[in-house]
């Protein structure tokens, strides 16, 4: 059976480099850099802080600044949008949150329904600290109790046998 085409020996190598080559212009076509331009480098500074302070909802774990979803590409638009207008950090941050809920942040704030997620480590930490206490306490009393009789006469008979 002859092979034909792109299969030929002589052009597998230059498919080859056709085929690094689409897939080189595709994925530049698909993951486009953005430039955004601020005249003042504090502006661009807080876009950066923004834009990594914020989890994309599409991506598990991954910051907007940092992610190619288009949800994220909407949301580094909306934040550039919002600094442009003049808008301080916290309300761009109440804006998103309002709209995206709070999965976007890394650090949730401390409400009444979060105080558990705070809390958790304090506590553990506390409990865990006394749990150390206790047994460190309990082994000092139990080392530290005075022999019986039997035990002291046991303790005199074995000093006693002793080689010298």
Not at 105 to 129: K, S
Request: proline share 4%; charged share 25%; net charge positive.
């Amino acid at each position: 059976m002859a092979l034909t085409g792109c299969f030929k020996a002589a052009w597998l190598p230059r498919c080859l480099v056709a085929l690094a080559l689409g897939v080189l212009a595709a994925s530049a076509l698909a993951g486009g850099i953005e430039l955004r331009e601020f005249d003042d480098p504090v502006l661009a500074q807080r876009y950066h802080d923004l834009t990594a302070s914020m989890r994309c909802p599409l991506c598990e774990n991954q910051a907007i600044g940092d992610s190619d979803s288009p949800i994220s590409a909407d949301m580094r638009e909306r934040v550039y949008q919002m600094l442009q207008e003049g808008r301080s950090d916290s309300e761009i941050i109440h804006h998103m949150v309002a709209r995206f809920g709070d999965y976007i942040l890394y650090n949730p704030r401390l409400e009444r329904r979060t105080y558990l997620l705070w809390g958790l480590p304090i506590g553990l930490g506390i409990v865990g600290f006394m749990i150390v206490l206790l047994v460190v306490r309990a082994r000092r009393k139990a080392s530290a109790k005075a022999l019986s009789a039997d035990e002291r006469a046991r303790l005199d008979a074995l000093i006693d046998r002793r080689p010298s």
